[in-house]
């Protein structure tokens, strides 16, 4: 068995051995050796000094060898036919022998070598291939958590100089190849991993310039105009073609993962173009589409893929480990204090509305927890109404949330942008793949609707289809994959908040006028006072706090079950109108998330009563409403 430290740089020399000593038993059974195998050696440390394809330049990294990637699952190809196990025979000595076909692209070859395809010894397998991306709206401080974490970044690159440059390492190979190669991606820049804007510090509150998508609709182009298909145009850094070897794994689009794997960058990759496999254009087309050139999309070989619960990097990854229950044991014995100053932080940012801050925090504990038939349960989308029609507050409202969420993202609505949105997913039959869509976001994602600057308008077919869209993610937290002959739904699990004027027409589930203090009038100003508050180390409390709250596990007593129950009814029996079923459902809803942001597992019934209250002030402020715009007629 190869080295201690041979799997990370020498992936392969371990999984040839595992293989040899399991020639007898079958593929499945071989895989899963693997599995088991890295997956043993993954422990939290020696993650952390794995390279990461999100912050490591192409340029500093080696084929074959083990890198990690935090990516979310953009397309599903077909499975792929490759050889598990081949014969290679050398044509001088005549000598023979086996090799595993697995976890690589290209057989290793020595000189006068080459593979036997007709050996009856030969092995075909399938494998899954999936496209994925970096995690749209991912917040520049979760990048810059995960980097700062990493061992290898932290180390001096000593050897850097020693290391041969991607155009060295094609002549490395056969020079004609290395010449098609060169040719081929001479003036194709490959995209910045790390932005190269200013960036903003994690206590600064004034949001930076472009921190919206607005009415950008045109996918990014890389060679040969094959589309990138990152979900959200601005987007940065490298989607990567992941092949998996397991039948064990199922991934679906806008499943977020963290993946371990080999790492292929070969350049003979970018010469299937000069394939002629390929029997007509369209076959090409496709065969382009699925097989871009590795400087720009590299492939990884999945050893262990891990389904992210948070993407939180101040807590550990997995939510069951012990590492992670006593680290959130720690944080919730300040649950009480870290959920007052979250709460008075929103209220300054809410103009001094404290019942919108209590609903804003509910809105950000939110997820989908269960599903009843189609019906998402645990949902919670909030429609702020009567915020001031200004995009720069808006603009100082979601970049909070972005300092407080590990993904967000903001669309300014207006008839234009409406009209031209790339909201939903499409299927390129040209090509086979999915064409990206902006709603295409990963699970726990804020997405923030701005409204405020919305003017009358005719909204064309394409706007009609995208409002459709926002509003089955709001109703059923879906999106509608266009197929062209019939949509196939993708369920998602998006915090939908909406910021408007009037009421949104969209759908929602909580509708708060918000009572705004008018003496606020300078918006920069206002929010620069929390940028004493809003420390580092006190960020870095209210991120963990937010995202341990969402993984709660919830139950009711039942104790506090004949309570709630008791009270339903009485407030039926006095007045059916007082206590519909709508209004119901949504108080239990709101109990649970509210008991959520107390660190709770369980509501009492101080808890119970403060959702009523809650709810009856807002019904109040709702009341009021045409009698404040009548007046405002006047």
């Known amino acids: 068995m190869p080295g201690i430290e041979d799997w990370k740089t020498k992936p392969l020399s371990v999984i040839n051995s595992i293989y040899e000593e399991n020639s007898g038993e079958s593929y499945a059974d071989f895989i899963k050796k693997v599995q088991e195998y890295f997956t043993q050696r993954l422990d939290q440390l020696s993650l952390l000094s794995i390279p990461s394809l999100n912050t490591v330049s192409l340029d ?219 029997d007509d254009a369209m076959d090409q087309e496709e065969l382009q589409a699925h097989e871009p050139p590795p400087s720009l999309v590299p492939r990884l070989h999945a050893l262990v893929i891990r389904p992210l619960q948070h993407n939180n990097p101040q807590l550990p990854a997995l939510s069951g480990s012990e590492t992670y229950k006593q680290a959130v044991s720690q944080l919730m014995q300040d649950a009480g204090s870290l959920r007052l100053e979250l709460l008075s932080v929103l209220e300054h940012a809410l103009l001094c509305d404290r019942l919108a801050a209590e609903y804003l925090l509910c809105h950000l504990v939110s997820k989908v927890y269960a599903r009843a038939d189609v019906l998402p349960l645990g949902k919670l989308c909030v429609n702020l109404s009567r915020c001031p029609v200004t995009q720069r507050y808006t603009k100082f409202l979601n970049h909070l949330i972005s300092q407080l969420a590990p993904q967000a993202v903001l669309l300014e609505m207006s008839i234009e942008s409406t009209n031209n949105w790339t909201l939903i997913p499409k299927k390129d039959y040209k090509v086979n793949r999915i064409t990206a869509g902006m709603l295409q976001l990963a699970p726990g994602t804020c997405l923030v609707l701005d409204e405020t600057a919305l003017q009358q308008g005719q909204l064309n077919h394409t706007g009609v289809m995208n409002v459709k869209a926002l509003a089955d993610v709001i109703n059923w937290q879906k999106v509608d994959y266009d197929f062209e002959f019939h949509p196939i739904p993708v369920y998602t699990d998006v915090n939908v908040l909406i910021l408007s004027e009037g009421e949104s027409l969209l759908p929602k589930d909580i509708l708060l006028p918000v009572a705004i203090n008018n003496e606020i009038l300078d918006f920069p100003d206002h929010f620069a006072k929390l940028d004493g508050r809003l420390s580092p180390e006190n960020l870095n409390k209210l991120r963990s706090y937010i995202t341990a709250c969402r993984l709660i596990d919830y139950s009711v007593s039942e104790e506090t079950q004949k309570v709630i129950q008791d009270d339903f009814v009485d407030t039926r029996q006095r007045n059916p109108k007082d206590m519909t079923i709508e209004d119901f459902q949504r108080l239990l809803g709101l109990v649970r998330l509210l008991t959520l942001t107390y660190g709770l597992s369980s509501p009492t019934v101080e808890l119970w009563n403060k959702v009523r209250s809650m709810e009856e002030e807002r019904k109040i402020r709702l009341a009021q409403q045409p009698r404040a715009a009548a007046q405002g007629n006047q």
């Not at 970044?153 to 050897?159: D, F, I, L, Y």
Request: aromatic share 8%.
């Open 60 to 278: 500093e990294l080696r084929s074959n060898t083990v890198v990690k990637y935090r990516c979310m699952v953009q397309d599903v190809f077909d499975p792929q036919f490759c050889l598990g196990k081949y014969k290679i025979v050398n044509s001088k000595t005549q000598k023979s022998r086996v090799e595993c076909g697995a976890f690589r692209d290209f057989p290793d070859l020595q000189p006068d070598e080459s593979v036997d395809f007709e050996s009856p010894e030969n092995i075909t397998v399938d494998r899954q291939g999936f496209y994925c991306v970096p995690i749209p709206g991912e917040a520049e401080w979760v990048k810059e958590g995960y980097k700062s974490k990493d061992v290898e970044r932290k180390k001096p690159s000593s050897s850097q100089e020693s290391r041969p440059s991607k155009r060295d390492r094609e002549a490395e190979g056969d020079p004609e190849l290395s010449e098609k190669t060169c040719k081929r991606v001479e003036n194709v820049s490959p995209p910045n991993v790390e932005d190269k804007q200013q960036e903003t510090s994690d206590m600064d509150v004034t949001p930076p310039p472009c921190s919206s998508v607005a009415g950008a609709s045109q996918q990014p182009t890389m060679a040969k105009g094959v589309p990138m298909n990152f979900p959200l145009p601005e987007e940065k850094g490298f989607p990567c073609i992941v092949r998996v070897y397991s039948n064990d794994v199922e991934l679906k689009a806008t499943d977020f993962v963290e993946i371990v794997g080999v790492l292929s960058i070969d350049p003979q990759l970018a010469a299937i173009y000069d394939d002629d496999a390929a």
